[in-house]
């Protein structure tokens, strides 16, 4: 949030992982425009299609008639996975591809930034988009001046997968609005001095978690996501509520070292943290989550199929 940020520089560490979204564009036969997603929308205009990132990015490029846009998605929205921010960055990447423009992971992520932040004026940071552009396992810095650092964090493969074997995503069945979330942080910083403490602690956190994983050292990745959480619950009474609680509590009670709730809060999926022979109790011991299997992607955004 640029609320922070403009006071304390801030940090993250993230990783695009192998869910994805598809979107695909191409020319329609007649002046129209045709948007699918969850519902099909058609429009003259992009002034009139309801679908706020669709709009404002087609706005954005300049076409304004004679378009198909659809998508399908792996993970639902609303599940703290950056899937709005993903969706944007891969429609201005297929949107520009199909004007046969080249565009770069920065260009990607900023413009993705000015449609979600200015545009649609959406309570969140920049985070996702970043993410999302450039893919894989980085540390991102957000500065002061409004400049954005992402770095990528080098360590062995052997310890990537050390790492994947011992992470866990645990759908809790429901999606929520991150928008209500954040606007509700959004609120508690203004009145609540100690949010800015606990943010700009999770962002030293994040400091010592991209120090410890360049040292190819994932001892204190566990110990440093609980951390993270109890801070993260602080921000918002909306973050969490007793069912999260305390299924992260039975979490604990049967092996995991820590662990978070993604995205804004509130719902979506539970990562947790630990050792892989622990896995199979957590799992037993939750039975109304859903274990969701992944694996780091190194890539972000990108075109698979163009046909000029």
């Known amino acids: 949030m640029s609320k922070f940020y403009k006071k304390f520089p801030g940090a993250v560490v993230s990783s695009t992982i192998n869910k994805y979204i598809y979107i695909t564009v191409n020319k329609k036969f007649d002046n129209l425009i045709r948007a ?77 930034c000015d449609i979600e932040i200015k545009r649609c004026h959406k309570p969140i940071g920049k985070q996702d988009q970043y993410a999302t552009a450039f893919g894989g396992l980085n540390f991102i810095e957000f500065n002061q001046n409004g400049d954005i650092n992402v770095s990528p964090i080098i360590i062995k493969p052997k310890k990537v997968a050390e790492l994947e074997e011992n992470l866990l995503l645990m759908y809790m069945g429901n999606t929520r609005s991150a928008d209500k979330v954040l606007n509700d942080q959004l609120k508690q910083l203004s009145k609540n001095p100690d949010c800015f403490i606990h943010l700009k602690t999770m962002a030293d956190l994040a400091r010592s978690l991209n120090k410890s994983l360049s040292h190819n050292d994932i001892d204190q990745f566990g110990e440093i996501l609980d951390q993270n959480w109890q801070l993260k619950r602080k921000l918002s009474e909306q973050i969490s509520n007793p069912h999260i609680d305390n299924w992260y509590k039975i979490a604990k009670k049967n092996g995991a070292i820590g662990g978070k709730v993604l995205g804004a809060g509130g719902g979506g999926f539970l990562l947790i943290y630990a050792p892989s022979s622990k896995h199979a109790k957590i799992i037993k011991a939750l039975p109304k989550l859903i274990p969701t299997p992944f694996s780091f992607e190194g890539f972000g955004s990108r075109i698979v199929y163009y046909q000029h």
């Open 36 to 112: 699918s997603y969850s519902k099909t929308e058609f429009a003259k205009h992009p002034d009139k299609i309801k679908h706020e990132l669709i709009r404002e990015s087609l706005k954005h490029v300049g076409i304004y008639s004679g378009l198909e846009i659809t998508s399908i998605s792996d993970i639902p929205s609303g599940t703290g996975l950056g899937s709005s921010s993903s969706y944007t960055v891969g429609l201005l990447n297929a949107l520009n591809a199909y004007r046969g423009i080249y565009s770069s992971q920065k260009d990607l992520a900023s413009d993705a």
